[in-house]
């Protein structure tokens, strides 16, 4: 490892770990040759940047440009007039609605992604049939845009809250159960082995030896992918899905700027207290894991993770032996664990309830599946001239990798703030979280259309919404991913002098770099798909021509236009795996 700069001390310790290193193979050790395909993959890395770059330039971006069309906000918020909102019963119940349509779309995708999960880690499939199968079904459902499965839903049922339960369960599928496999791969296994050695069947080996290793792992990851599916829920409303989204398209629609200004504002602040509440969750249930928390959750419990350690280290005596252990007793600890439980079950059933499920539907949709498959099914594009989708879709592409690079610098800066270990202080890391959690709450689709009335129709809007919105996401999984390296490194440079930068330089970014170029491609993945729903709402791109076929009810278009991103995001998927097989 090579300083460049710093203390003589740092330097000198630099000097003998490497000599250290020379020393064991020979007076002067053999330089390791870089592979074709390490080479090969460095410079896709380095084309993707230059094409991203140009992707940029073309769309055109002009900050003086954008401040002298400001006059465009002034005259739209003139016409606005102020905000408005529903009656506060009509908002209350909007909100209820909301919500709980959101919570059962997301824990029906944590329960179907369990098996699929089971069947794509590698430690646990049966074969690499099934592996390849499980993993081919969490990128189909990741490619398929939840609006397309809201309206062909729509066409199947009632309309309300269950075409939209469906569409963001099924699409939550893929990142979920990607989530749960990359758990499931990262168990110690001797507790799965020694359960195998005894005797036990699977079932017992999934729930005794794995289980218990992935689940606070698993509600993490739930929880987060809440928060992705509130903010998507607006999206929704514009295909006839109840709830605020649907409101926000109804007042937007009638010209009513002002309540649907005021809908936007009451969304963002509820995807900001579901962020605190999930961090809060999150906290209480990983609080053994001190420099994985979050801002939120250190301010609640600022003595968890030393408590959790301590604990870790001894036995409580109810555990001595196994009559104490059936007669244990109720301590704070217990209550509030079983209070937890409680609220958690009393949540999900008023969510069920509110959600007013017409279970009738799930009986009589069979009858319409023919005449609904026979609307999408064979692709077409239609009226559409096949050269001009295919330069709609590179138009997304290059809308998504713009984005993708001008969210990198931003989110790379304040996610290192962020990080406990990075940040100069716990000020900077509790600012930086704070506006990470701020831009996290501000919907993508709302943020265009904000965009859309001071830049006009076209790519630029959709590029800069995306941008936005990206830093809270990246800069959080960055932070996450800084904070879960190896100290050992840090600690080794800082004893023998070295400053924070030269410590940020030569151990926290090697070790996360893996993470960052896997984060980085999962950004491009998402921006994708949220590039085609921004052409909704005048952000440019196959989104147009998605949002006309859909109202034309050319759903063949639809289909046509499906398929398109979804060999778009298996490629960018490919990519990803490629990338981090070879820079493991």
């Not at 193979?25 to 870089?34: E, K, L, M, Q, T």
């Not at 380095?46 to 769309?59: K, R």
């Not at 079932?203 to 992935?214: H, K, N």
């Amino acid at each position: 490892m090579t300083l460049l700069s710093g203390p003589p001390a740092a330097r000198s310790a630099s000097g003998a770990i490497t000599g250290a290193v020379s020393a064991g193979v020979g007076d002067r050790a053999p330089r390791r040759p870089v592979s074709p395909e390490r080479i090969a993959a460095g410079l896709t890395l380095l084309a993707l940047l230059v094409l991203g770059v140009l992707a940029v330039n073309e769309v055109g971006i002009s900050i003086p440009a954008m401040v002298q069309s400001w006059g465009n906000a002034e005259n739209f918020m003139a016409r606005v007039g102020g905000l408005s909102f529903p009656e506060p019963g009509d908002l209350a119940w909007l909100i209820a609605l909301t919500v709980g349509l959101v919570l059962v779309g997301t824990l029906l995708a944590a329960v179907l992604s369990v098996p699929i999960a089971y069947l794509a880690a590698s430690n646990t499939t049966p074969g690499n049939g099934w592996r390849a199968a499980a993993r081919f079904v969490g990128v189909l459902t990741r490619a398929l845009p939840d609006v397309v499965l809201a309206m062909a839903f729509v066409l199947m049922f009632s309309l309300g809250t269950l075409p939209g339960i469906l569409a963001i369960g099924i699409h939550s599928i893929g990142m979920i159960s990607k989530m749960f496999a990359d758990a499931i791969e990262q168990i110690d296994e001797g507790p799965r082995l020694a359960i195998r050695a005894a005797g036990g069947s699977k079932m017992q080996e999934f729930a005794s030896g794995i289980l218990p290793q992935v689940l606070p792992s698993w509600v993490a990851t739930v929880l987060h992918r809440n928060d992705i599916n509130l903010r998507g829920s607006v999206v929704l409303g514009y295909v006839g899905v109840a709830g605020l989204g649907l409101e926000m398209s109804y007042a937007f629609k009638a010209l009513n700027y002002g309540k649907g200004l005021g809908i936007a504002l009451v969304i963002f602040i509820l995807c900001v207290v579901m962020e605190i509440v999930s961090s809060m969750v999150r906290g209480a249930m990983l609080g053994q894991q001190k420099h994985t928390r979050s801002w939120i959750d250190r301010l609640i419990h600022p003595r968890l993770g030393e408590r959790a350690s301590d604990k870790a280290s001894m036995s409580p005596a109810w555990a001595a032996t196994p009559q104490t252990a059936v007669r244990r007793p109720w301590t704070a600890e217990r209550v509030r664990n079983t209070a937890g439980v409680v609220i958690a079950v009393l949540v999900v059933i008023g969510s069920v309830i509110v959600s007013q499920i017409n279970w009738m539907d799930f009986f009589t949709f069979w009858a319409k599946l023919p005449e609904v498959a026979a609307k999408f099914w064979p692709p077409s594009f239609g009226s559409y001239d096949a050269s001009a989708m295919f330069t709609a879709m590179r138009d997304t592409v290059a809308i998504a990798l713009a984005a993708t690079v001008l969210t990198l610098l931003p989110s790379l800066i304040l996610g290192s703030l962020a990080a406990s270990n990075v940040a100069p202080s716990s000020g900077a890391r509790g600012v930086a979280r704070f506006l990470l959690v701020g831009i996290r709450g501000i919907p993508e689709l709302i943020l265009a259309i904000v965009l859309v009335v001071i830049t006009g129709l076209g790519a630029q809007a959709g590029v800069i919404a995306l941008a936005i919105g990206g830093i809270g996401l990246l800069g959080k999984l960055i932070a996450d991913s800084f904070e879960e390296v190896d100290r050992g490194p840090e600690r080794a440079l800082r004893a023998v002098g070295a400053t924070r930068l030269q410590t940020y330089t030569s151990a926290t970014v090697p070790q996360g770099m893996q993470a960052l170029i896997g984060h980085s491609f999962y950004m491009l993945d998402t921006n994708i798909r949220a590039a085609t729903i921004l052409g909704i709402v005048g952000g440019g791109g196959v989104g147009y021509y998605l949002l006309n076929a859909s109202q034309g009810s050319r759903y063949e278009t639809v289909t046509a236009i499906v398929l398109m991103i979804l060999v778009t995001v298996l490629v960018v998927e490919g990519l990803a795996m490629w990338m981090r097989k070879v820079f493991r």
